[in-house]
C-alpha cells in the first residue's frame, strides 16, 4: 500500500541550530513533492515544491532535498529560530495529493 | 500572496442539525477547491475535490449526501454537513489551487466543527 512518514516524534533543536525533518515514501512515483508549515488550529501554509528532476530547493533559510532513489525528502531549516516552531507537513500527489502526518518542531531558546 | 477565507471559523451545532461552510478566494481565481478535514494529531485527509460548475469529486468512505460541495463560483466553494452527528465534530479545511497551472494549494485558516 501507499505510504508516507515523517518523523511522527516531535523534533527539538537548540536556536541557530539547523533542524533536518525526513519524508519518506513508498509505492508512489509522484511527479513532485511539497512542503507545508501547520500552525495550531491555522490552516497550513505552502512552503516549497520540488520536482523530481531537482535535487535540491532553497527559499531563503530553507532547503529541500528530493532522492527518487531513496524515495525520500529532507527538509532543512537552517539559523533556526523559535518562530520557526511549528508542525511541517510533506505531501505527494500521485492521482491526488496525499499529506504526511507532520513532523512537529520545536526550536528551543 | 494567495488568500483564502474561511467561515466561520468556529461553530458549535446540535446533533441533527446543518452547518454551511464557506470557502474563498480572495485574490484569485480558484478553479480546484478541496475540502480536508483532520482530526487531533492527524494528517490531513481528502474528503472531496471540487471544480468550479461540476459535481464534487468525493474519497472513498466519504458520504455524498451528508457533506454537500458547491463550487458555484471560481472564488466560493461551500461544504454543507447535513444531520450533523458528534463523531462529525473536526477541523475543517478547504484549500484552492489558481488556474496558472501551479500545484501548491493555498489553504484557508480552517472551521472547528463542535457537534453536541
Known amino acids: 500500500s501507499q505510504k508516507i512518514e515523517q518523523n511522527s516524534e516531535a523534533l527539538n533543536i537548540q536556536e541557530g541550530k539547523t533542524a533536518t525533518l525526513t519524508c519518506n515514501y513508498t509505492?508512489?512515483?509522484?511527479?513532485?513533492l511539497q512542503w507545508y508549515r501547520q500552525d495550531p488550529g491555522r490552516g497550513p501554509v505552502f512552503l516549497l515544491l520540488?520536482?523530481?528532476?531537482?535535487k535540491e530547493k532553497r527559499k531563503e533559510r530553507l532547503k529541500v532535498t528530493f532522492d527518487t532513489t531513496l524515495k525520500q525528502s529532507l527538509f532543512h531549516i537552517t539559523a533556526s529560530q523559535p518562530a520557526d516552531s511549528a508542525t511541517y507537513l510533506c505531501a505527494l500527489e500521485d492521482d491526488k495529493i496525499i499529506f504526511g502526518k507532520g513532523t512537529r518542531l520545536h526550536i528551543l531558546p | 500572496g494567495a488568500v483564502v477565507s474561511q467561515h466561520p471559523s468556529r461553530v458549535i451545532c446540535k446533533s441533527g442539525t446543518s452547518v454551511k461552510i464557506e470557502c474563498r478566494s480572495l485574490?484569485?481565481?480558484?478553479?480546484?477547491m478541496f475540502w480536508y478535514r483532520q482530526f487531533p494529531k492527524q494528517s490531513l485527509m481528502l474528503m472531496a475535490t471540487s471544480n468550479e460548475g461540476s459535481k464534487a469529486t468525493y474519497e472513498q468512505g466519504v458520504e455524498k449526501d451528508k457533506f454537500l460541495i458547491n463550487h458555484a463560483s471560481l472564488t466560493l466553494s461551500t461544504l454543507t454537513v447535513t444531520s450533523a452527528h458528534p463523531e462529525d465534530s473536526s477541523f475543517y479545511i478547504c484549500s484552492a489551487r489558481g488556474d496558472g497551472g501551479t500545484y501548491e494549494q493555498y489553504f484557508g485558516p480552517g472551521t472547528r466543527l463542535t457537534v453536541t
Open positions: 509505492n508512489y512515483s509522484p511527479a513532485y
Open positions: 485574490d484569485f481565481q480558484a478553479t480546484t
Open positions: 520540488i520536482r523530481e528532476n531537482e
